[in-house]
């Protein structure tokens, strides 16, 4: 029988109207400043205001500010969290002290990473005795995360208080964060330690304030009610800080060799091949989910790493593109951009570990062609005036 040449209509019949896109408290701040507007994990954000490569550079050297209400916000609180949320995670919380916080990650029974999050602990309540804590969660993992936690909770006393879409977050950035944030703040910024974070007041408001951030530079994330976060967004607009979107946001944190979730990290990687060995405490925590695969890895070793790339020439390796060996793929680009600081294209990929050693010459497919890069050391820049932990 002769094949048909008719195209298969794979649509359903009655295809399920698409989800509006979700807009911050910022949106129309941003559609005034005639911000280009994308959808981006569900939200309508903006990708650019006055240009990538101006907002960019506005971080590195003197301030800017990204809407990042999007951003999952959790609150949670019980009687003995901290030692409830230990086996969700390969790192030690109960080393933190109220007012810390700590990077980590979410991982599957596999070892793969379900999401990688920043828990903020507020301390224990004297009159409770509750103990209370911040979680921050991608956006385009929110719904997943809170549902994987609220099983893992069950059946515990601790609560959890999803305010993503009641709570505004913006993030200031850059080396003038300080001065330009702190005459609309009444607490001493000075006194945050880098993932530090304290209650404040902002306009006579509470306001949830950290010292930490996703472009390698010295920052805050400010999480406040809408209405002040439209307060704030105007003041910091008249003190000469930058409008950012999520372009520069990304070319800033690439440089920084920060990774983004669902491409250099998803839930097929594990946290050895990823390079963040140091969020495991192997000898201070007791059993956490995915510790049998992770100990088995790092017996057997990995089979491949992520890696810091720079192209020969200006040649932008993007998020697919292959990377080879005499001819041969052994990996694949995750992240890649035209780096604004260094003027040089950078990247980041998956390698087998023979390849992964710095100065080791690859190969990137671009568009049919190869071009020459190198192993480098991460991050790709580090910022002189962020303080040290």
């Known amino acids: ?58 971080v590195r050297s003197q301030a800017g500010m990204f809407d990042i209400s999007h951003m999952g916000k959790f609150i949670l609180i019980g009687e003995n969290l901290i030692e409830t949320l230990q086996p969700l995670v390969p790192s030690d919380l109960s080393r933190l002290q109220p007012h810390q916080a700590q990077y980590t990650v979410l991982l599957s029974e596999q070892g793969g990473i379900l999401d990688d999050i920043i828990f903020y602990y507020q301390g224990e309540d004297a009159d409770t005795g509750c103990q209370r804590g911040v979680m921050i969660v991608n956006a385009a993992t929110c719904s997943r995360d809170k549902a ?42 000075q006194s945050i330690a880098l993932f530090g974070h304290l209650n404040a007041t ?87 989910i995915g510790r049998s695969v992770l100990e088995r890895q790092k017996a057997e070793g990995v089979s491949r790493r992520l890696v810091g790339l720079e192209m020969q020439g200006r040649h932008i390796a993007r998020h697919g593109y292959p990377v080879k060996v005499r001819g041969e793929i052994v990996g694949e680009i995750t992240s890649g951009t035209l780096s604004p600081t260094l003027g040089k294209a ?8 023979d390849f992964a050693r710095i100065g080791q010459s690859l190969d990137v497919e671009i568009r049919g062609k190869t071009y020459s890069a190198s192993v480098v050391k991460r991050p790709f820049y580090r910022s002189t005036s962020r303080p040290q932990k």
């Open 1 to 58: 029988m002769a094949k048909s040449t008719e195209v298969q209509n794979t649509e359903p019949e009655h295809p399920e109207p698409k989800q509006p896109l979700s807009r911050t408290p910022l949106y129309d701040v941003a559609v005034e400043l005639k911000a280009r507007m994308v959808p981006f994990a569900g939200w309508e954000m903006p990708v650019q205001f006055s240009g990538i490569n101006k907002e960019h550079e506005a």
């Open 148 to 189: 994987w936690i609220s099983a893992q909770l069950e059946p515990t006393d601790i609560t959890l208080e999803d305010l993503t879409k009641y709570q505004a977050l913006i993030a200031v950035q850059g080396p003038e964060a300080v001065s330009k944030l702190q005459p609309l703040v009444s607490e001493d910024l």
């Open 202 to 288: 902002i306009f006579g408001h509470p306001a949830f304030i950290a010292r930490t951030g996703y472009t390698g530079e010295d920052g805050f994330e400010i999480m406040v009610d809408p209405s002040v976060a439209v307060q704030l967004w105007r003041s910091l607009l008249e003190a000469g800080v930058t409008p950012c979107g999520l372009g520069a946001r990304d070319t800033l944190r690439l440089e920084a060799a920060m990774a983004l979730y669902g491409q250099d990290l998803d839930i097929s990687t594990t946290p050895l091949e990823a390079g963040l060995n140091w969020l495991i405490d192997w000898d201070s925590k007791e059993d956490f």
């Open 346 to 353: 950078i990247a980041l990929a998956y390698v087998p570990k």
